[in-house]
């Protein structure tokens, strides 16, 4: 059962990464140690090697007079996001066993209701949960590991950038039902081919974005 240990600097990564990817921990925010260390019940020495892993994540930063800050997303993070992405979800849409068509179906629905709802954070919510759902039919730890960080990092640039462009992924939902279609179907390889194509879009998108922020 050791391979199931999760050591409490782990533990405090992991929980910190699901704030920052829920939108709890805000761009730029500082992260007080006292705080946090009260909050999550772990010693401060435990925060400190957390803030290590999640700096070589690149979700956090340690600024010169102001301690640790969760970080502000540049287009050189976009580029290599979107090409990890651009690898790892056509792969999994056109290959995984374990894709369950039913599931990316409901995300999409959910993302039409909060579309219609004129809600771009439970449109955003639904989106990654979307992409999650391709991911996770890999069955791989390594993967999901990975994509945790991922999409932490995108909702820090969707965070910064929702001044600019609020319904940012509203044009994204009914992409995302396309793709669910073509995998009802069993159109696997046209599933992949259309998510290397909306990707493309959305680097694109995302960059403009981040100009523009």
Same mark, same amino acid.
């Given at each position: 059962?050791? #391979?199931?240990?999760?050591?409490?600097?782990?533990? /405090?990564?992991?929980? %910190?990464?699901?704030?920052?990817?829920?939108?709890?921990?805000?761009?730029?925010?500082? *992260?007080?140690?006292?705080?946090?260390?009260?909050?999550?019940?772990?010693?401060?020495?435990?925060l400190r090697?957390?803030?290590?892993?999640?700096?070589?994540?690149? =979700?956090?930063?340690?600024r010169?007079?102001?301690?640790?800050? /969760?970080? *502000?997303?540049?287009? $050189?993070?976009?580029?290599?996001?979107?090409?990890?992405?651009? *690898?790892? #979800?056509?792969?999994?849409?056109?290959?995984? #066993?374990?894709?369950?068509?039913?599931? %990316?179906?409901?995300? /999409?629905?959910?993302? $039409?209701? +909060?579309?219609?709802?004129?809600?771009?954070?439970?449109?955003?919510?639904?989106?990654?949960?979307?992409?999650?759902?391709?991911?996770?039919?890999?069955?791989?730890?390594?993967?999901? +590991?990975?994509? =945790?960080?991922? %999409?932490?990092?995108?909702?820090?640039?969707?965070?910064?950038?929702?001044?600019?462009?609020?319904?940012?992924?509203?044009?994204?939902?009914? %992409?995302?039902?396309?793709?669910?279609? *073509?995998?009802?179907?069993?159109? $696997?390889?046209?599933?992949?081919?259309?998510?290397?194509?909306?990707?493309?879009?959305? $680097?694109?998108? /995302?960059?403009?974005?981040?100009?523009?922020?």
């Amino acid at each position: 059962m050791t #391979e199931n240990y999760v050591s409490a600097p782990q533990r /405090v990564m992991h929980t %910190l990464l699901d704030e920052i990817s829920t939108g709890m921990l805000q761009p730029g925010e500082k *992260l007080n140690e006292m705080e946090l260390a009260a909050r999550l019940d772990v010693s401060r020495n435990t925060l400190r090697e957390a803030f290590i892993s999640l700096q070589e994540f690149g =979700v956090v930063a340690r600024r010169p007079h102001r301690g640790v800050c /969760v970080t *502000l997303p540049e287009t $050189r993070d976009v580029d290599e996001i979107y090409q990890f992405r651009s *690898l790892l #979800e056509p792969a999994a849409l056109q290959w995984s #066993e374990r894709l369950d068509a039913a599931l %990316l179906t409901r995300c /999409v629905e959910e993302g $039409r209701a +909060a579309m219609a709802a004129g809600d771009p954070h439970g449109t955003g919510d639904a989106n990654q949960r979307f992409h999650s759902a391709i991911i996770a039919s890999a069955n791989s730890v390594y993967a999901d +590991a990975v994509m =945790v960080r991922v %999409l932490a990092l995108m909702r820090l640039v969707f965070i910064r950038g929702s001044a600019e462009r609020h319904n940012f992924h509203f044009p994204y939902v009914e %992409l995302n039902a396309a793709i669910a279609q *073509l995998a009802v179907e069993g159109r $696997r390889v046209e599933a992949a081919a259309e998510m290397r194509a909306y990707l493309q879009r959305a $680097r694109a998108d /995302v960059r403009e974005l981040l100009a523009r922020a």
